[in-house]
């Protein structure tokens, strides 16, 4: 139980840490991407803040749960997925208690946030299954597949969950947010390939 502990630590503080800078970004217009609503009217990053860097930047949980599962296998992975959301839950309780806020909505609407809340857990978990499936040869095969298909798991559950449809407006902005999920799944293979000698897989979890 010690050692799974250990184990546990770095990749819950880092699971954390990526959805603190996501969610502190929430608000934020990735204003830098305007060139977008030359594609497309719906897809203007002012418009509705349909797109944040909070949603840019939230992909990296996939990275981070990549490289748990290389290192350490699915449980761990998964565990640390859970162990994360339990985290954020009790900041949050503890922060009501003191009165830093004063009601779960001040965070985000109910809705919205049991939505995000739901749609990120399915992703996480779809992650983890097809790393742990494509593990082995090429090296790049598992990281990338399963960032991808984590991603559009939680960009579809996501938008489904909070009433969105599949009209004119939304089905532009939904190919653009898969895009960006192909994106990350193209762009964490550099650092991954920095890593895999820092970070090697421990004894029964070879390949990727």
């Not at 959805?19 to 509705?48: G, Y």
């Not at 922060?95 to 965070?107: D, F, K, N, T, Y």
């Not at 960032?147 to 407006?169: C, K, P, S, W, Y």
């Not at 902005?173 to 390939?193: D, E, K």
Request: proline content about 6%.
């Amino acid at each position: 139980m010690i050692t799974v502990a250990r184990q546990l630590v770095l990749p819950v503080l880092s699971c954390v840490a990526a959805l603190a800078l996501a969610w502190s970004c929430r608000s934020e217009p990735a204003a830098d991407l305007r060139f977008l609503k030359d594609l497309h009217s719906s897809l203007d990053p002012a418009n509705d803040g349909w797109l944040t860097w909070g949603m840019l930047l939230l992909p990296a949980i996939f990275f981070v749960l990549n490289l748990t599962n290389r290192r350490y296998g699915p449980a761990i992975a998964l565990g640390a997925a859970m162990l994360a959301w339990a985290v954020i839950a009790g900041g949050i309780v503890w922060a009501l208690r003191e009165g830093i806020i004063h009601a779960v909505a001040e965070i985000a609407p109910p809705r919205r946030a049991g939505a995000f809340f739901g749609a990120l857990l399915i992703g996480q978990i779809v992650n983890v299954y097809f790393f742990d499936w494509f593990r082995g040869v090429p090296w790049w095969k598992a990281p990338f597949i399963a960032a991808l298909l984590g991603g559009l798991a939680f960009t579809v559950v996501f938008h489904v969950a909070t009433g969105g449809g599949f009209d004119e407006a939304a089905l532009p902005r939904l190919a653009a947010l898969g895009g960006l999920q192909l994106i990350w799944a193209c762009s964490q293979l550099v650092p991954t390939q920095l890593l895999r000698r820092a970070i090697r897989p421990c004894p029964g979890f070879g390949g990727a």
